[in-house]
């Protein structure tokens, strides 16, 4: 066998024209039915239930790995093995749990014959499926339904365009219930606490800010000359100006008020620092997230962001070039 690029190429990009396709039909298709959907999911949730999800063949690999996003984002659901089922796993089902069982073509033999059993234990059914005429459909509480024109297989029975289309109308119904619960980044965060994602997100700026040597420091009456070398001296762009008295914060010194100031006469480095600081600076606690601290970085365009405790002194400082060695941006 051999692969000509050119066919190749063509061959994938055709593959990924007609997931397009579906993706597309899927979207503008969304009505009351999804709306109803994820209802049921909220009140679902919101009485402490769980989303319990099944499917046979390709539609059991999507069924695990929407169970596995809304768990994710502090849902609870799983996924019920169609056969097992039927050998003692249905135990894991309770009244009020909400069943969303997937089908592409609604009429497979194993989900069918879980629609009864699962209504017996008192839960709701959700049709996942691309035919809204279907059995399974039509047994339903509730219709999430999907729109494939055709498959990217070429002898139209490797499911493609369909598990395509079904795992992104999953995410959708999931990022939906996610912004209806208003789940912040420390929420996620708990639901993540391993790997990269979790480090990231439960990085506080205690664990990234400069301190110590670090950290310049100095009262807003010495000179420009004494600020900028004790930057140098600590190797920073910036420096923290307090308050002579109660060594709480008034400013902040960074290299752009630095060059700013030699515009201002040739005696620019004997006079105060104060005539050059930047007062009422951006600031942030020890104890918010990195993140968050990427948020003002953003939000502001600045370069240096000083850390206050509750009384306002600064405690440390973050640099903006330290952000991409912590991998947070």
Do not use: W
């Not at 063509?10 to 009351?32: P, V, Y």
């Not at 959907?37 to 949730?45: D, G, L, M, N, W």
């Not at 499917?55 to 659901?77: R, Y």
């Not at 309770?94 to 014959?113: H, K, P, V």
């Amino acid at each position: 066998m051999a692969i000509a690029p050119k066919s190749a190429l063509a061959r994938a990009r055709r593959c990924f024209r007609i997931e397009g396709e579906a993706l597309t039909a899927t979207a503008r298709s969304l009505d009351r039915e999804f709306v109803a959907t994820a209802r049921a999911v909220e009140s679902t949730v919101a009485a402490s239930g769980k989303l319990i999800f099944s499917g046979v063949g390709k539609s059991a690999h999507i069924a695990q790995k929407i169970a596995a996003t809304f768990n994710s984002t502090g849902v609870a659901s799983c996924f019920l093995d169609a056969t097992q089922a039927l050998h003692g796993d249905l135990g894991l089902c309770a009244e009020g749990d909400l069943a969303i069982l997937l089908s592409n073509s609604g009429q497979s033999e194993e989900i069918l014959r879980l629609v009864p059993l699962l209504k017996r234990f008192g839960l709701r059914v959700v049709a996942f499926t691309a035919q809204s005429d279907s059995d399974l459909a039509r047994t339903a509480d509730h219709r999430l339904l999907y729109r494939v024109p055709r498959e990217a297989c070429p002898l139209k029975l490797a499911p493609t365009a369909s598990t395509t289309a079904a795992l992104a109308l999953g995410d959708a119904l999931a990022m939906v219930i996610l912004e209806a619960r208003g789940l912040t980044r420390d929420d996620f965060a708990r639901f993540h606490p391993a790997g990269n994602l979790g480090r990231v997100l439960l990085l506080r700026v205690r664990d990234i800010m400069r301190t110590a040597d670090r950290l310049p420091i100095a009262a807003d009456t010495v000179t420009l000359q004494d600020a900028i070398l004790a930057m140098t001296k600590a190797k920073s762009g910036s420096i923290a100006l307090v308050a002579q008295k109660t060594g709480r914060l008034s400013g902040i010194l960074t290299d752009g008020d630095f060059r700013r100031s030699a515009l201002t006469g040739p005696d620019f480095l004997s006079r105060p620092v104060a005539a050059f600081m930047t007062r009422k600076p951006k600031t942030i606690s020890a104890e918010a997230l990195g993140v968050d601290a990427l948020r003002l970085f953003e939000a502001h365009k600045i370069d240096d962001l000083i850390v206050v405790d509750a009384q306002g002194r600064p405690v440390g400082l973050i640099d903006g070039q330290d952000l991409p060695k912590l991998k947070i941006v």
